[in-house]
């Protein structure tokens, strides 16, 4: 059976749904499945304001699609150094996975996007790990042995991948794409062993 990693995010103007396909790569270049997802925008009385099936793009997330993955890449663009409301609003809705464990020992990484290089990157995929250390998953981020994580002048790091989204940087720089397929793949690897030393 084929390892699943599930590539959840929420994009408003694309470029952290590019970051989620090159996660995407990186989980097919470990040999895994990746199964990529988004989530509705919301309204400010916090209910989901889009049809049940997208028109283009990625496939809504549903719990089904966390209660099946063998691992977890969560993105979202960077909202006050944090993720934006419509995917914390869909973590919000996870408690019952939460209290049946489905997520625990889990492989998880993060990535975002941001407008400005001091905008939050960092908080954000700090802030969007924090619920999944609640579920019992356990955080990959992205080791200094990528040396796309030194020489990065744009995005990325070693707490997860990231975008510098302005004007002299509107499209995933070479540093950008490589540091987002290296998190996919290290998240599927570390799945692949940790289902394998439960069977």
Not at 17 to 28: F, Q, S, T
Request: proline share 5%; net charge negative; with cysteine.
């Amino acid at each position: 059976m084929t390892t699943n990693v599930l590539v959840l995010y929420y994009s408003l103007k694309g470029q952290t749904a590019a970051l989620a396909r090159h996660a995407a790569r990186g989980v097919e270049s470990a040999g895994a499945e990746a199964v990529v997802r988004t989530v509705p925008k919301v309204s400010t009385v916090t209910e989901a304001t889009e049809a049940a099936i997208p028109e283009a793009g990625s496939p809504y997330a549903s719990l089904d699609d966390l209660e099946r993955c063998d691992g977890l890449l969560l993105g979202s663009p960077t909202r006050f150094g944090n993720m934006a409301a419509p995917l914390k609003y869909f973590l919000d809705g996870t408690s019952g996975l939460w209290l049946n464990g489905t997520l625990s020992d889990k492989p998880a990484g993060v990535f975002t996007s941001t407008s400005s290089l001091h905008g939050g990157q960092e908080t954000t995929l700090l802030t969007m790990i924090l619920p999944l250390i609640h579920h019992g998953m356990l955080w990959a981020g992205i080791p200094y042995t990528e040396n796309a994580v030194r020489d990065t002048r744009t995005g990325g790091g070693p707490y997860g991948a990231s975008h510098l989204a302005n004007s002299w940087n509107e499209t995933l720089s070479d540093h950008e794409k490589t540091l987002a397929q290296a998190l996919g793949k290290r998240v599927a690897d570390l799945a692949q062993r940790l289902r394998d030393s439960r069977e």
